[in-house]
C-alpha cells in the first residue's frame, strides 16, 4: 500500500499506474492542483484500488490559487484531499499568507461536508497546520505526510490524533530517523511520495512499503514482518475510515 503518491508525475505514468494497481492493494494518489486532479482522473481514472484525490500543493499555491473554489468544490465529490497543507520555509514564504487562506478554506469545507481524510503536508508549519485543524473540529482525519518537524511538534500532532504516513527517504537524514523512532506505533501507514522523494538517486516507487518495513524495523528494534504486520493493519484502518466518509 502507499498512501501518499504523485503517481501522474511519473514521466511514464501510464506503465507505473499498471504496476501499481498489480503490486499493490492500494495506492492513494495525491494531486496537486485541482485541474491535474481532472485531468489524471479523465486518463488514468481512479478505482478501487487507486484512489485518485484532489489537493493544492503549497509550493503552488502561489501560482494557482485561483483554482481554490475548483478545488472547494471537488472536495464535495470525494471522500480523501490531497496534497494540501502549508510550507513554511524560505523559498515560499511570500505565498504563506495565501497558503493559510486556502489551506484554512480546504478545512473549513471538509468540517461543513461531515469530515474528510486529508494528506497534509507541513514543512516548516507544524504549529500553524495543527492550528488550523485544532480550530475545525470535524474536519475528519488528518495523515501528516513525511513529518520534518520537532519532537515537541511531533508531541502536539500525536496528542491532536494526527496519522502519518513515512517513505524511504524520509530516513536519509539523522534527523528523519530520529523521529521515525517516535512515531506512535498504530497511526504509521507507508508511502512513497514519489516521484519527488528519491533514495539514492532514483525516484522512490508506489510498491516501496516493503523498504519502509525494513527502515522502521531499524528504528523500532522490531522484526520487518512484525513492522509489516503493523503497517497493514493500520492501513486497513486507515482505509476503513476513509471508505466509511459520506460523499
Ligand atoms: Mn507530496
Known amino acids: 500500500m502507499d498512501f501518499h503518491c504523485h503517481l501522474d508525475l511519473y514521466p511514464n505514468a501510464r506503465d507505473v499506474y499498471a504496476q501499481a494497481r498489480d503490486r499493490n492493494e492500494f495506492t492513494w494518489l495525491v494531486t496537486t492542483s485541482p485541474r491535474a486532479f481532472a485531468a489524471t482522473s479523465r486518463v488514468l481514472g481512479g478505482s478501487e484500488k487507486v484512489l485518485i484525490t484532489p489537493g493544492l500543493h503549497p509550493e503552488i499555491v502561489g501560482a494557482r490559487h485561483a483554482e481554490l473554489d475548483l478545488l472547494l468544490d471537488q472536495i464535495r465529490q470525494v471522500r480523501a484531499v490531497g496534497e494540501v497543507g502549508l510550507d513554511?520555509?524560505?523559498?515560499?514564504?511570500?505565498?504563506?499568507?495565501?497558503?493559510?487562506k486556502v489551506f484554512v478554506a480546504v478545512v473549513e469545507q471538509c468540517a461543513a461536508l461531515g469530515g474528510r481524510v486529508l494528506s497534509i503536508h507541513s514543512r516548516q508549519a507544524v504549529k500553524d497546520v495543527l492550528a488550523v485543524l485544532n480550530a475545525h473540529s470535524g474536519y475528519g482525519?488528518?495523515?501528516?505526510?513525511?513529518?520534518?518537524?520537532?519532537?515537541?511538534?511531533?508531541?502536539?500532532?500525536?496528542?491532536?490524533?494526527?496519522?502519518?504516513?513515512?517513505?524511504?527517504?524520509?530516513?536519509?537524514?539523522?534527523?528523519?530517523?530520529?523521529?521515525?523512532?517516535?512515531?506512535?506505533?498504530?497511526?504509521?501507514?507507508?508511502?512513497?511520495d514519489g516521484p519527488f522523494a528519491q533514495v539514492d538517486g532514483a525516484s522512490v516507487m508506489p510498491w516501496s512499503a516493503g523498504q519502509t518495513a525494513q527502515l522502521l524495523a531499524g528504528a523500532w528494534g522490531v522484526p520487518p514482518a512484525e513492522v509489516m504486520k503493523i503497517l497493514d493493519s493500520n492501513s486497513r484502518r486507515l482505509l476503513g475510515l476513509i471508505r466509511a466518509l459520506d460523499c
Open 88 to 100: 513554511g520555509s524560505k523559498r515560499f514564504q511570500a505565498s504563506y499568507e495565501m497558503q493559510r
Open 141 to 192: 482525519t488528518a495523515v501528516l505526510h513525511w513529518f520534518t518537524g520537532s519532537g515537541s511538534e511531533l508531541k502536539a500532532a500525536v496528542e491532536q490524533g494526527c496519522w502519518f504516513s513515512i517513505g524511504p527517504a524520509a530516513f536519509n537524514s539523522a534527523a528523519g530517523q530520529s523521529l521515525a523512532k517516535k512515531l506512535p506505533r498504530d497511526r504509521v501507514v507507508p508511502e512513497s
